[in-house]
């Protein structure tokens, strides 16, 4: 346990899980507007993985380090971060809007940045939006560096379409969503820089499989792309709950962008949401997957924001 003037630091507690799901409505309030989503759902998730906290810790593999910053006994602020060595991905960071420009996420930060360097880990990798100039200015002045650029794209309220044909010797093919061929495939569709820092990706674990279980999406599809028997990328389609919108992920392993797919996979999730009446397609693209960002825009998506990934050195040359 740390503290900074008044601010105390230590890990997640059950009785932290309201309190943080207020301060998050209002710090995530654009990605809200955009992707929308399921409060009740979140609610319930958070609070079994407070609950699991303590044991997945423990575990060789643990899925989650939570660090809370409270100000007499109330939580004002948290970061969580994968642990996945050799880089640690913060996932969520924030603070309460009273409670900003006191030092409280740069405390929370350097606890963190501590912990990571005790643990092994070699980086610290998280991602800012470009519009989010304290946070970017703080994450620079902690040793933070861009790495990639994600241009976070939706679609509403799409249109009809008619959903052209596969190129010729490409073929998709429903998979299974933990299926582990898929995790080569997503590690060779990465951002070149994001590759070099990012982990392998890995199968998730018992409690991120538990967590999917407690609360299903309202509607997913999960397909691979196939050419020469080979898996070159992957299709998914996942709608959360009835409120939130429609996540695409479209990943294609470098060789085979720019061969005619991108325009015809994005038509496939657009006639899908129209058949379903989901009303919003959302879609991270990666600044340097030209081809993709120009299917997108020929489509009918538009950058909403960008995301800034930012990096840090761990250790005695961070």
Partial sequence: MS??????????????????????????????????GNPPGLARQ??????????????????????????????????????????WYVNTMMVARDHRQRGYARALMEALQARATRSGARWLLLHVRDNNAPAHKLYESLGFH?????????????????????????????????????????????????ARLEPPSRH???????????????????????????????????????????????????????QGLERPLLERAIVRAGQSGADRLTISVGSTNRTLLAACDEVGFNTRFVRIGMARRLGQDG
């Fill in 3 to 36: 503290s900074t003037e008044e601010l105390t630091i230590r890990d997640l507690r059950p009785r932290d899980v309201r309190p943080l799901l207020e301060i998050s409505e209002e710090a995530f309030s654009i990605e809200r507007q955009m992707f929308g």
């Fill in 46 to 87: 958070i609070r079994l993985m407070a609950l699991l906290y303590p044991l997945q810790r423990r575990l060789p593999r643990p899925t989650a380090i939570a660090l809370i910053g409270l100000v007499g006994g109330a939580p004002v602020g948290a970061v969580v971060v994968d642990p996945m060595k050799p880089s």
């Fill in 146 to 194: 861009e790495f990639e650029r994600r241009h976070e794209m939706l679609l509403a309220n799409p249109g009809p379409v008619n959903s052209s044909p596969l190129p010729e010797g490409y073929v998709l093919v429903p998979r299974k969503r933990y299926d582990r061929r898929a995790l080569a495939v997503r590690d060779a569709s990465r951002e070149p820089e994001a």
């Fill in 204 to 258: 998730p674990g018992i409690v991120m499989r538990a967590l999917g279980a407690f609360s299903p999406p309202a509607d997913s599809d999960y397909q691979c792309i196939i050419c020469g028997g080979g898996w070159v990328g992957l299709w998914d389609y996942v709608q959360s709950s009835a409120t939130a919108s429609v996540r695409l992920t479209v990943q294609l392993v470098p060789e085979h962008r720019g």
